[in-house]
Structures are given as C-alpha cells and as structure tokens.
C-alpha cells in the first residue's frame, strides 16, 4: 500500500507539470461538448483529435485523450437532459428521467445531479483502479462468451418491468429492437439478412445511435409540439432558472441518492473492466438496478433524481474501468479505449503487464491525470451550468428547428451515410406513435444496444458447447449470473398472474421510464 502511494506522488508529479495540466484542463473542456454534440460522442471526438497529439510527448498526448474521454462521459448528460437527444450511447438512460426533470423546470436540478453522480463514480472508480487494478485484470481474463451472454441477460432482466404490468407491450418492444439489431450481416456465415431487398444501407446495420436520436430527438421535438399545440403555444420549457438557494437544496437532495450513487459507481466500474462491454450496457444495468431497488420506483420515469445519478455514476465509473484491460492485458474496454490502444502502439508503449514496470512513469502519470480530470470536469461543467439553462429558456420556435438540425447531423454523423438520416426520420415518427400508442420506447432502445453484444456471445457459447445450454450453468460465473438473472426475469411474471388471480392485492400499473 506504501508502494502504491508513492508510485501515485510520482504521478501526480507527471499530471502537474504545467503543459500536462494545461492538456488536462483543454481536454475535459474539448471532451465536454464533444459529449454534448449528438451523434459526436468520445469515440468521434477522440479519433478526430488524436493527430494533434504528436505534438506533444507520449505522456501529454495519453492524457490529453483520456480528459477528453472523461469530458464527453459528463457532456452525454447535457443534451439528453436539455433537448431529450442522447448525446452519446452511454446517456440514453439519462434521457429516462432526466428529460422529464427538465419539463418541470428542475433542468438546474438534473444537471447537478449528473454532474455530482458523474464526479462520484468517477472517483470511486479510480480508487479501485488504484489499489485493485492487477487482481481485477485477472478477473476480466475469466470472462468468456457464456459469461458475457449471461451478463447481456442480467441487463435484460433489470428492465423486464420498464414497460410496467404490461408484460406483452414490453416483449413486443424489446423483440423489435432485437429485430433492428440482427440488420446487417451475419457474424458467422458474412450473409446478409433482414436487408429489405437488398438495399445497401442495411448492409452495415442500424446504428444504435440513429435509432436512439430518432426516438428519443425527432419523436420527443413531435410530441413536444403536439404537446406545445395543446397547451396553446405556451413553451413547456420556459421555466428553468437557477439561483444559489436552488442549487443547495439540489445538493441537499442528492445526500439522499447516496445509495444509487454508490451501487452505480461499482456496477459500472466492474462492467467497464470486462472487454468489450462498455458503459453503455454498465449505465442501462444501473438505472435498472436503480428502480428495481427503489421504495419508489412509480417516481421513475417522471423525474426521479435516483434516475439521474444511476446512470451517470455508471458510466464515468465504466469509462476508468475500460482502462484498466487496456492497460493490464492489452484488451480494449470500450470503442473509445480501443483508439487509445492504437495510440499507444504509435507511440511504442506496448500495452501489458509489463507496462506498469518498463514504463511507471506513464502509467502512474495517467492514473493520477484521472483524478485531476475528474476534479476539472465536474467544475467546468457546473460552471456551464448556466449557459446551459439559458439555452432551455429559448423559444420552442427557436428550439425545434435546432433540435432538428441536431438530429440531423447526429444521424449522419456515426457512418456518413445519408441512409442513415432517412432512417432516423422513420425511426421518430415510430418514436412518436408508439407513444401515443403508450407502448413503451426504452426496452427496444436497449435491445438494440445488448442485441449485438448478446448475439456472439450466444452464438460462441453454443459452438463452445456443441450446442447445449448447459454451458450457461457449468462455469461458476456464468451460472450465478445467469440463475440471478432468470430469478429477476420471472418475479415480475409471478407477481403479475398473482395480482391476475387476486393473490397479491390491486395496484396501480406503475409509469414507464420514458412517460413524461
């Protein structure tokens, strides 16, 4: 342990060098509106920026593209709170709850609470980064396809009652995500299927994230304005403020949450360490845990601030948890630590065990710039807090045609292709009808997320298995995973045929996670 807190000092002596510290500061700014941008995200923005870092030496550069990584995990919460558009994959859970505080005039409220849950699991998580990081590598290396399915199951069981008692809605929702998730090609023979005819667009499948904006951004802009015309132009959004009293109570609210806070930094980090999974999945589990745990979970879906935090804190902790096989092992996290991997080859670090011993200074260097990071993000992004508001004050006439184009280059910005944003279009007016045919939305936004994670993972096991199902229960992992998981898919079912029966009493069918 003694070790360890010297090692952390040199680093911290590396990150506090002033251009280091200057990197830090840009990148948790860049990375703020990268994440904020719809359709940008980390992966994008990461990407984009890695050229510039040969400027810089390899220690800057690292750190630079992780601050980054580190502001755009903060700013996926800003559009999905102020516009209902996710700005990055990892924040559709965000949109949940965070979207319906906002229409209360609590958008100052929201944007503390993501910010603050955000600052928690970061920090959380890279505590266990710090003293845990080579025993939890070993941890991730067990991780097989049966248990990355069983851990895809586990996701899927904590949102079996998003869509509330009614149980058929809910799997007709969630099976027509997994539709949408099988376009493309098939990952074993390279066919293609469910491509409509033949039409090319299809070929490299539906992105999660033009489905996500067009549900979440054009049906939400449509619904708004129906809801707008009702209510005799009057704006819904006009009422946001933020005062020195206001932003206390927040905080003083978000004591309370500290349970959700400290359940979402954990699962996230311990997702985020698992190759390949990512904090999308880590934030989407959360918030299911989240309301499962809930003594309220009928607020959930309306502005619950345990809705915000969850998800929030999971994804920051997911985002240092990702690092960690990178580094350890040389196995990327996530998509975005994928780039850093390359990055790193570039600048001949080889990622490995023995990169904590031939390159300490680097590695200890980066671990410390994560605190540093985690402290600048949740500053500047408070500190925006206002600009943020004053652009939900805005007009809804002045709003909907920016919503609009936002979507628009959220669309098209993932794969470039203009197929995309016609898709998108489609996709919100299904968003849209399918609300006002009170079907809920968050279970096929979430199948098509799981859906290409679930899909090998299956396919693999079975090979592994010659095709029998009791791989699923022969590994230890796997099978208390997977035992957790159908536990949590069937108590809703039983509750439901004993309410049928009049065995479990009359109760009031909760809201979905996405009703306003």
Partial sequence: MVEIFELLMQGFSVAFAPLNLMLIVAGCTIGLFIGAMPGLGSVNGVAILLPLTFLVPPEGAIIFLAAIYYGAMYGGAISSIMLGIPGASTAVATTFDGRPLAKQGLADKALTAAALGSFIGGTISIILFTLFAPPLAHVALVFG??????????????????????????????CIGLVLAAVGLDIVSGEPRLIFGGITGFMHGINFLVLAIGIYGIGEM???????????????????????????????????????????????????????????????MAYGVAKQLS??????????????????????????????????????????????????????????????????????????????????AVVINIAFIPLFIWVLKLP????????????????????QDLHDVWLMLVFGFVGYLMRKLDYPLAPAVLAIVLGPLAEPALRQSLLIGNGSFAIFFNRPYSAVIMTTALILIALPIVRLVLARLGLGGNRARPPRSDEP
Avoid at 145 to 164: D, N, Q, V
Avoid at 401 to 406: Q, R, S, W
């Fill in 396 to 415: 809804f006439t002045i709003l909907a045609p920016i919503i609009f184009v936002l979507c628009l280059v959220g669309g098209y910005a993932p794969t």
């Fill in 145 to 174: 396809a049966p248990e990355e399915f069983a851990l895809m199951m586990l996701a899927f069981s904590t949102f079996i009652g998003l869509g509330g008692d009614d149980i058929a809605k809910t799997i007709f929702s969630t």
């Fill in 222 to 284: 449509l619904w708004t304005i129906e809801e707008n015309r009702k209510a005799g132009g009057v704006s819904m959004l006009s009422e946001a403020t933020i005062t020195l009293k206001r932003t206390l109570q927040s905080l003083k609210e978000l004591l309370a949450t500290w349970r959700t806070l400290i359940m979402g930094s954990f699962l996230g980090y311990f997702v985020g360490i698992l190759p390949a999974a990512g904090a999308t999945p880590g934030s989407l």
């Fill in 295 to 376: 003594r309220k979970p009928e607020k959930f879906g309306k502005g619950a601030l345990d809705g915000v935090v969850a998800p929030e804190s999971a994804n920051n902790a997911a985002s240092t948890g990702s690092m960690l096989p990178m580094l350890t092992l040389g196995i990327p996290g996530s998509p975005t630590t994928a780039i850093l991997l390359g990055g790193m080859v570039i600048w001949g670090l080889e990622p490995g065990p023995r990169l904590f011993v031939d390159h300490s200074n680097f590695v200890w260097g980066l671990i410390a710039s994560l605190y540093a990071a985690n402290l600048f």
